[in-house]
């Protein structure tokens, strides 16, 4: 498998999930000219809104983690692209469940179901990097880049076990926990790292 492509490839199933949260979000048919109308039936997709920004954030931070992964990365082989299937379907299917838990935020279902599709994607993304670290992808040292992904990777897997048992009785609470990950991400300027091959094998 070609290096390239797979990232092309990737970056495309990353966009293409991120464009489709949008979808989610329904015309509001109200009568001509009732503005208040019209702000109320807005209103009422609130809960869309909350869960679109979250899961925007999901996908975001898997392309992130996924660049810091693959920046270095010199062999790609079948493990690696099988890994990165796995990962891409879930982030494809995060729009579904996306979806399913702003129609139904506060039902334990549709909070189990996006509880799944993130720790499964978590789950795959974990793979992934570890065996690109352990496999000598990067035919030396892995990169900076790269074990903080592996790191942020591991805590976010042990988070979302936490957030799929909160998701069967409390929903909410689940939700609140996957914001507190995108927060942790966002603080995670090591993924960001780009320099010569040298100075990004250097140790934080």
Not at 114 to 142: D, F, Q
Request: glycine share 6%; net charge positive.
């Amino acid at each position: 498998m070609n290096q390239h492509r797979l990232e092309v490839y990737s970056d495309g199933i990353f966009a293409i999930a991120a464009t489709l949260l949008i979808l989610n979000f329904s015309l509001p048919l109200v009568s001509a000219g009732n503005n208040g109308q019209l702000m109320l039936r807005l209103i009422e997709q609130w809960p869309k809104a909350v869960v679109y920004l979250l899961s925007f954030g999901v996908i975001a931070n898997y392309w992130r983690i996924h660049a810091a992964i693959f920046r270095y990365v010199k062999v790609v082989d079948h493990k690696t692209t099988m890994y990165n299937i796995m990962l891409l379907a879930m982030a494809a299917f995060v729009p579904y469940a996306t979806n399913v838990a702003g129609t139904y935020p506060t039902l334990p279902a549709a909070a189990v179901l996006y509880s799944l599709v993130l720790l499964l994607a978590a789950i795959a993304g974990k793979a992934m990097a570890h065996h690109l670290i352990t496999s000598n992808a990067y035919r030396g040292e892995a990169p900076i880049g790269a074990r903080g992904a592996d790191r942020r990777i591991t805590v976010a897997i042990y988070v979302r076990v936490i957030g799929l048992v909160f998701a069967f009785f409390l929903p909410i609470v689940s939700y609140a926990i996957y914001w507190i990950m995108i927060l942790y991400f966002v603080l995670g300027s090591e993924l960001d790292v780009y320099s010569s091959a040298a100075e990004e094998t250097v140790a934080v």
